[in-house]
């Protein structure tokens, strides 16, 4: 167990939708990164947040969108679903932003969209 | 942006022989270089990580290796059991004075089966 926690594990929608992803990083831990897993395209970036902050974006669809809380949660937000969406969420988390830090990663939401 | 290589896409082995997974990135200015492990449905777990003032790091049965000035880095796996099969990921990270810090770009992934 990482101590990064998802909810919810799986969620099933329909094209069209829009769903929310939820993570809580490790205790302690300021920064959060949100990643994608599919089939075709690996694991890819697509957000990073530090203490509320956003902090670096990678191929991020507009569709998409995601924030922090003070209380150092994060929430990935998907709107219009297209079948392609359909992959499982990573979130990880790490102490701070610095050169080398750690990434430790939940157990991921697995989007199913029909 | 920053690119990562990794090959072979599968490996097979037979329990007790030694896996090597090579991974080559782009981006000179990457300083951090993370392995993980990902076993079917479940998260990504870090194995192991190699900064790039190091050139070895070893833990057990599984060494890293890095070449900054051919840009490549390595993972070895030794004595490899049927355990040890599942996907892993080499990783690269650029500092933080960059832009874009913070992000991991992953390799493609390699199907590591070890055979009884």
């Known amino acids: 167990d990482s101590g990064v926690t998802q909810t919810p594990k799986h969620l099933i929608t329909a094209t069209g939708q829009r769903v929310t992803l939820r993570c809580s990083p490790r205790s302690g831990d300021l920064s959060v990164y949100w990643y994608q897993q599919s089939l075709d395209q690996g694991l890819q970036f697509l957000i990073q947040y530090y203490n509320g902050e956003e902090r670096a974006k990678g191929n991020i669809l507009e569709r998409f969108s995601a924030q922090q809380f003070p209380d150092l949660h994060s929430e990935l937000n998907l709107s219009s679903l297209e079948l392609g969406d359909s992959a499982l969420y990573f979130c990880?988390?790490?102490?701070?932003?610095?050169?080398?830090?750690?990434?430790?990663f939940g157990p991921g939401t697995r989007l199913t969209v029909l | 942006g920053e690119n990562v290589e990794q090959h072979p896409s599968t490996l097979s082995v037979q329990e007790g022989d030694s896996a090597v997974i090579k991974c080559t990135y782009s981006?000179?200015?990457?300083?951090?270089f993370p392995w993980y492990k990902q076993e079917l449905g479940k998260r990504p777990q870090l194995i192991i990580d190699i900064r790039s003032n190091v050139g070895e790091k070893k833990d057990q049965r599984i060494a890293v290796t890095l070449n900054k000035t051919a840009k490549h880095f390595s993972l070895h796996i030794t004595e490899t059991q049927p355990e040890d099969s599942a996907v892993y990921f080499c990783?690269?990270?650029?500092?933080?004075?960059?832009?874009?810090?913070?992000?991991?770009?992953f390799g493609q992934g390699t199907i590591l089966t070890v055979h009884p």
């Open positions: 990880a988390s790490s102490l701070h932003v610095s050169g080398t830090d750690t990434q430790y």
């Open positions: 990783a690269a990270k650029r500092p933080e004075y960059s832009a874009s810090y913070g992000k991991l770009t």
């Open positions: 981006d000179s200015a990457s300083n951090y």
